[in-house]
């Protein structure tokens, strides 16, 4: 009556294969290996915005304004004024004046590559024997506008930041795990994303960051998860939960109520 009276129940300890799973809220941001700041290395003006608005996606290759600018326009003279020289120079009987305008040509070309100016616009410049007043910026790769500061007719210079870029079809998400599951974790595990908002099921991202140190006030560790976002499912800025399942193999285990904890010690 009195092992009824306190509900004792008998169950007997079995072996099973258990999963242990970590719980963590993760935030969203992009990758920083996917994100392009475009400057320009001369002083110029803005001649015509192509790309004009926060959040507009562009390609790889994609004009995103021209420029004007008088050192672009003084280095394209000189490199048709090179490219005349060696024409004239390289049916000389004298190989040293053959070779010093082969020389400034190099140069010359050397300056614009520098300056960003594509193969396409020197191939062009050949072919026109024309300095063009106006040159164009193109995007080094494909993605969305994040932030801009370009706008037509503005003077700019190298210092200036026009455009962020970020492609969005792989995205970072940052966690916290305690210091005492630490020993559960290691590169290349798989965790689980809940998007609140969606109603579509869990993703799958791959940890791929471990920091080497604790956060003293929090006593947790930084970690990182590399998810693939070609459904725009996520946007940077956005909360997930995340849930790492780790396996820890068979197991000798008994009901969670069966444990007693006496303070110093957990009986059964």
């Given at each position: ?185 290691h590169l290349g595990q798989t965790s689980s994303v809940i998007v609140e908002s969606s ?70």
């Open positions: 009556s009195r092992l009824q009276s306190i509900g004792v129940t008998y169950e007997p300890a079995r072996s099973q294969m258990l999963d242990k799973i970590i719980r963590t809220v993760g935030r969203v941001e992009a990758d920083e290996r996917l994100i392009a700041h475009i400057h320009v290395k001369f002083e110029g003006w803005i001649d015509k915005l192509l790309v004009n608005y926060t959040g507009e996606k562009v390609s790889k290759g994609q004009s995103l304004f021209t420029v004007y600018s008088p050192e672009l326009m003084a280095t394209q003279q000189e490199y048709l004024i090179a490219l005349d020289g060696k024409k004239l120079l390289g049916k000389n009987n004298n190989p040293k004046a053959a070779e010093g305008a082969l020389n400034a040509l190099q140069a010359a070309k050397q300056r614009l590559l520098l300056w960003d100016v594509s193969e396409s616009e020197i191939q062009r410049l050949v072919k026109t024997g024309r300095a063009t007043k106006t040159i164009s910026i193109y995007s080094p790769i494909a993605g969305t506008v994040i932030s801009k500061a370009a706008y037509s007719g503005m003077r700019i210079d190298p210092n200036v930041e026009l455009y962020t870029i970020a492609d969005l079809s792989s995205l970072w998400i940052l966690g916290d795990v305690y210091e005492y599951e630490f020993s559960y974790i109603s579509e099921g869990p993703l799958s991202a791959k940890l791929d960051f471990i920091s080497p140190t604790v956060d003293p006030q929090t006593r947790t560790i930084k970690v990182r998860f590399q998810v693939d976002n070609k459904n725009n499912q996520l946007k940077p800025g956005m909360y997930v939960n995340l849930e790492l399942k780790i396996p820890l193999g068979k197991r000798l285990v008994v009901p969670r109520d069966a444990i007693l904890l006496t303070g110093e010690r957990k009986v059964i």
